[in-house]
DNA sequence: TTGTCAATTGTCAGTGGCTGTCATTAGCCT
DNA sequence: AGGCTAATGACAGCCACTGACAATTGACAA
C-alpha cells in the first residue's frame, strides 16, 4: 500500500465492510440491502460488488481470516506428530492466537455475533459450507505433503478431514445453539468434542 | 389423489419437475430459467413458485427421495447393531434397492447426471450441504432413539453421524470427479472409504 | 342442476442481488 | 502539463422470488 490510490482502495474496502457487518448485526443480514451498505459509505451499489463477490462474501470475511490463521497452523506443525493430532494441535493451539488475529480487524464481539448468525441464516450457511469444502481440499492437500503420500491414489488424506471437518462444523453448530457465546466455550467444546469422537464411534454405546 | 383437484395438482406438479430437470440436464441450470421451465409446462412463474420453494429444490427433488430412502434404511435397522454398523448396512443395502426407487420416479441416468450437476454447480452444492445438515439432525435423533440415550446430554449420536456424514460427503464428490458415473461404483466407493476410515484415522501413515 | 364455497391459478407490480457497458473522474508517471 | 490507466458512477437490464388481488375451476350440498 505505497501509493495513494492503493492506501484509499484499501479504504474504501474496510469502510465497505466495517458497514456492512455493523449493519448485518444491528439490523439483520437479510434485512440489509447491499444499496443500504453502499449508500452508509457513500458509494455506488457498482462498487459494493468490485469488492466483494456477493453480499456473502462481505458476511464471511471474517471466518475468512480464522480459516487462513487455521490452515496456517496447520503448516507449522511439527512432522512427527500423527495427522490426526497435527490436525487436533492445530485448532487447540491456533484458538490461542487467534484472539489476537481477529481484534486486529473488528472486535472479538462482533466475530462471534457473525458465526451465530452464519448458523442460523440459510443463506449464509449454505455459503459456508461450500466455502468449507474448498478448505477442506486444502487441507487434505497439506497433510498429504506432510505425509509424503499422493492425494490421486491415496484415499486417507481427503477421508482424515472429512472426518475432522465433520467434527469441527457439529462443534460451531452446537456452539452457536448454546448459552456461552465466548471464544473460550467453543475451544472447550472442540476439544471435548474431539475426545469423544472415539467413544462415539466404539462399538456400543449401551452399558450392558 | 382422489379428487380430480388433486390429480390435476399432482400432474402440475410432475410436468414441472420433469421439465424442469429434462431442460436442467440439456440447457444446464445456470441457463435455465424459471421462466423457461414455467413457459414449457404451459404455466405462469407464479405456479412454479407455488409448487417449489424455488429453483434449487426443483433440481434436488431426486435427491431427496434417496434422502428419504437411506434414512427409511436406517430406521429399519435391527437393534442389536452396533450404531456405526447400522448406518453403514443402511447404505451398503440401501444403495440395492435404490435403483427401483429412483426408477419409479426418472430415469436413473438422469439421477446420476443431477448428482454430477449439483456437485459442479455452486449454488446447488451450497444447497445440498444445507441440506444435509438437517438430515444429519434426524439421523442423530434415530440413533438416539435407537440406542436409548438422550441427545441434548450426550453428544455421540450427533459426533457418530458427524463422522459418517464427513464420509459420505467425500463418497459423492469423489465420485462425481471419477470417471465411472455408475451407481455400482458408487457403491463400491462408499465401501471401500468405510473400510479406510479407520486406517486414516490411525497413527500414522509412513511405512517405517 | 344450480348456487355457494374454497382451492388453484394468472396477472401485475415490485424488491433485491447481481452483471455488462460506457462515460467520467482521479491518481500516476514522464 | 499531458497522456495513460485504474477506479468509479450512472444506467439499463436479467433473474429469482414475493405479495396482493382478481378470475377461474373443481367440490359439495341444497
Redo the contacts between chains.
Sequence with gaps: METLRERKKQRTREALLRTALELFTTEGYERTTVDDIAEAVDVSQRTFFRYFAGKEEAALALMEVTVAHFLQSVRERPPHE???EALRQAVVEGWDTLNDVIEAIAPVELYLRMCRMVEST?AL???H??RS?EVEEEMAAILAER???DMDT???????V??????M??TE??WSVGEDFSLDAMRALTV??LE??G????????TH
Aim: glycine share 8%; no cysteine; hydrophobic share 45%.
Design positions: 500423527a495427522p490426526m440459510p450457511l449454505a455459503a459450507l461450500r469444502v505425509e509424503g503420500v491415496d484415499p486417507r488424506p481427503r477421508l482424515a472429512a472426518v475432522f471437518g465433520g467434527v462444523r457439529l453448530r452446537q471435548s468434542y469423544q469422537v467413544p462415539a464411534l466404539s462399538e456400543s454405546w449401551r
